[in-house]
């Protein structure tokens, strides 16, 4: 019954934690350094498009590594308690580093202009002042965000090719849903129109790059299939 019940909450199938591997955990964590893990410095909450389905909208928990003043990498859950899953990875990159991107890679990444504007991106229990900084460096950047895990459906596990997801845009067919932002805002106790009332003066890149959120101009996603394909052979393989 415990397994149905955990199941019908969205948990992989699988048996429980065993003594041995909580040990092994205790004991893994106390003498292996965890060291990339440790890096990570910030948690952002936003939102995310899936590019294929406008309409299907997800809260997104960013859990932030700075790799240099120009590069971000995030690991994204679909929450932030302790049963939150990983669902993907996003990449940042200032706009400095985004125009030196070939065209064809630039189609695969968004801009946060907007998404930090409307503040509808924001730092969970860190005062608005001290995120300020960082929210200036991220009104100008770009990312490109991979879904591999799609629980919003339901999934329990991973299925399928990773799902290419978009930012919200003041566009109406990509504005997120208000019930979406207003639980959000009921779990952290905050007003995202009041945060956006607070960020006139934040300004995105001077000149948005228009292969970003190449949607918008083409009208078109980018998705991945899977295929058959060819294997490249050291030896003779039967």
């Not at 929450?79 to 990449?91: A, C, F, K, N, T």
Request: hydrophobic share 35%; glycine share 6%; charged share 25%.
């Amino acid at each position: 019954m415990a397994s149905t019940n955990a199941e019908k909450k969205g948990v992989p199938p699988g048996k429980p934690v065993s003594l041995g591997s909580q040990m092994l955990d205790k004991g893994a964590q106390m003498l292996q350094s965890l060291t990339p893990i440790k890096q990570m410095s910030q948690h952002a909450c936003t939102f995310a498009l899936y590019s294929q389905d406008m309409s299907r909208q997800i809260e997104t928990h960013h859990f932030v590594t700075r790799i240099n003043q120009d590069f971000l990498q995030c690991a994204v859950y679909d929450s932030d308690d302790s049963s939150g899953r990983l669902i993907g990875v996003e990449y940042i990159v200032s706009d400095r580093i985004f125009d030196t991107l070939p065209p064809d890679e630039q189609k695969l990444w968004h801009s946060h202009a907007y998404e930090i504007q409307s503040g509808l991106l924001v730092h969970p229990r860190v005062p608005e002042k001290v995120a300020m900084p960082e929210l200036e460096n991220l009104a100008k950047s770009y990312g490109k965000f991979w879904c591999t895990w799609q629980t919003d459906r339901g999934d329990k596990l991973p299925i399928g090719p990773p799902s290419l997801m978009m930012s919200p845009q003041e566009d109406i067919q990509c504005m997120v849903k208000p019930e979406l932002v207003k639980k959000r805002d009921d779990k952290y106790n905050i007003s995202t129109n009041a945060i956006c009332g607070s960020r006139t003066e934040l300004m995105g890149p001077g000149r948005l790059n228009p292969m970003a959120d190449y949607w918008r101009e083409h009208n078109k996603c980018l998705a991945v299939d899977v295929e058959n394909t060819e294997m490249k052979k050291l030896t003779v393989f039967p």
